[in-house]
Protein backbone atom coordinates (compact mmCIF):
# COMPACT_ATOMS: atom_id res chain seq x y z
CA UNK A 1 0.00 0.00 0.00
CA UNK A 2 0.97 3.07 -1.21
CA UNK A 3 1.43 6.07 1.89
CA UNK A 4 3.22 9.22 1.64
CA UNK A 5 2.90 11.27 4.98
CA UNK A 6 3.28 14.57 5.25
CA UNK A 7 4.77 16.80 8.68
CA UNK A 8 5.84 19.86 9.29
CA UNK A 9 3.13 22.13 8.56
CA UNK A 10 2.21 24.61 11.72
CA UNK A 11 1.64 28.24 12.43
CA UNK A 12 4.73 30.93 11.96
CA UNK A 13 4.97 34.37 12.07
CA UNK A 14 5.55 36.46 8.62
CA UNK A 15 9.48 36.09 7.58
CA UNK A 16 9.66 32.64 9.47
CA UNK A 17 10.99 29.60 8.41
CA UNK A 18 9.37 26.10 8.15
CA UNK A 19 10.64 22.73 7.24
CA UNK A 20 8.35 19.89 5.84
CA UNK A 21 8.83 16.26 5.62
CA UNK A 22 7.35 13.98 3.05
CA UNK A 23 7.61 10.02 4.16
CA UNK A 24 6.89 7.93 1.76
CA UNK A 25 6.24 3.72 1.50
CA UNK A 26 4.96 0.98 -0.80
CA UNK A 27 7.23 2.96 -3.91
CA UNK A 28 10.29 2.55 -5.30
CA UNK A 29 11.17 5.86 -4.21
CA UNK A 30 14.22 6.32 -6.19
CA UNK A 31 12.68 6.61 -9.29
CA UNK A 32 9.95 9.03 -8.87
CA UNK A 33 9.59 12.43 -9.12
CA UNK A 34 8.78 14.24 -5.99
CA UNK A 35 6.57 17.33 -5.81
CA UNK A 36 5.06 19.80 -3.05
CA UNK A 37 1.78 21.53 -4.18
CA UNK A 38 -0.07 23.95 -2.48
CA UNK A 39 -3.79 24.83 -2.23
CA UNK A 40 -5.35 27.65 -0.60
CA UNK A 41 -8.90 28.37 0.23
CA UNK A 42 -11.13 28.96 -2.73
CA UNK A 43 -7.66 28.52 -5.03
CA UNK A 44 -6.73 25.94 -7.33
CA UNK A 45 -3.86 23.57 -6.23
CA UNK A 46 -0.45 24.67 -7.88
CA UNK A 47 2.95 23.58 -8.01
CA UNK A 48 5.42 24.63 -5.43
CA UNK A 49 8.62 22.90 -6.35
CA UNK A 50 9.77 19.77 -7.65
CA UNK A 51 12.70 17.38 -7.73
CA UNK A 52 13.12 14.75 -10.28
CA UNK A 53 14.51 10.97 -9.66
CA UNK A 54 17.75 12.43 -10.57
CA UNK A 55 17.84 15.90 -8.23
CA UNK A 56 17.09 18.52 -10.80
CA UNK A 57 14.75 20.95 -9.27
CA UNK A 58 12.49 23.19 -10.17
CA UNK A 59 10.64 25.76 -8.11
CA UNK A 60 7.45 28.67 -8.50
CA UNK A 61 8.23 31.91 -9.89
CA UNK A 62 6.66 33.25 -6.15
CA UNK A 63 8.51 30.93 -3.91
CA UNK A 64 11.84 31.24 -5.96
CA UNK A 65 14.92 32.20 -3.29
CA UNK A 66 12.69 31.49 -0.67
CA UNK A 67 12.06 27.66 -0.46
CA UNK A 68 13.71 25.04 -1.63
CA UNK A 69 13.16 21.10 -2.19
CA UNK A 70 15.57 18.42 -1.62
CA UNK A 71 15.07 14.63 -1.24
CA UNK A 72 16.67 11.48 0.87
CA UNK A 73 16.86 8.91 -1.33
CA UNK A 74 17.56 6.41 1.69
CA UNK A 75 14.92 8.02 3.62
CA UNK A 76 12.59 7.85 1.22
CA UNK A 77 11.77 11.38 2.00
CA UNK A 78 11.35 14.64 0.05
CA UNK A 79 11.63 18.04 1.94
CA UNK A 80 10.37 21.11 1.38
CA UNK A 81 12.70 24.18 3.29
CA UNK A 82 10.24 27.54 3.61
CA UNK A 83 12.18 30.62 4.48
CA UNK A 84 11.46 34.32 5.01
CA UNK A 85 7.63 32.94 4.84
CA UNK A 86 4.59 35.20 3.79
CA UNK A 87 0.67 35.27 4.85
CA UNK A 88 0.54 34.49 1.03
CA UNK A 89 1.70 31.18 1.70
CA UNK A 90 -0.83 30.13 3.86
CA UNK A 91 -1.94 26.88 2.33
CA UNK A 92 -2.39 23.13 2.41
CA UNK A 93 0.60 21.48 1.28
CA UNK A 94 0.68 18.48 -0.58
CA UNK A 95 3.63 15.80 -1.26
CA UNK A 96 2.58 14.07 -4.59
CA UNK A 97 5.30 10.82 -6.20
CA UNK A 98 4.92 10.69 -10.14
CA UNK A 99 6.49 7.86 -12.34
CA UNK A 100 5.96 7.01 -16.12
CA UNK A 101 7.32 3.47 -15.33
CA UNK A 102 4.56 1.18 -16.82
CA UNK A 103 5.61 -1.60 -14.64
CA UNK A 104 6.14 0.16 -10.99
CA UNK A 105 4.97 4.06 -11.89
CA UNK A 106 2.01 5.87 -10.69
CA UNK A 107 0.82 9.53 -9.73
CA UNK A 108 -0.28 9.47 -6.02
CA UNK A 109 -1.05 12.09 -3.06
CA UNK A 110 -0.63 12.81 0.77
CA UNK A 111 -3.01 13.79 2.77
CA UNK A 112 -1.53 17.31 2.96
CA UNK A 113 -0.34 19.41 6.09
CA UNK A 114 -1.44 23.28 7.04
CA UNK A 115 0.95 25.77 6.90
CA UNK A 116 0.04 29.18 8.07
CA UNK A 117 1.48 32.71 7.97
CA UNK A 118 0.48 35.18 10.29
CA UNK A 119 0.98 37.73 13.52
Known amino acids: QVQLVESGGGLVQPGGSLRLSCAASGIAFSIYAMGWYRQAPGKQRELVAAITSSSRTNVADSVKGRFTISRDNARKTVYLQMNSLKPEDTAVYYC?????????????WGKGTQVTVSS
Open 96 to 108: NAFSSSAIIGGNY
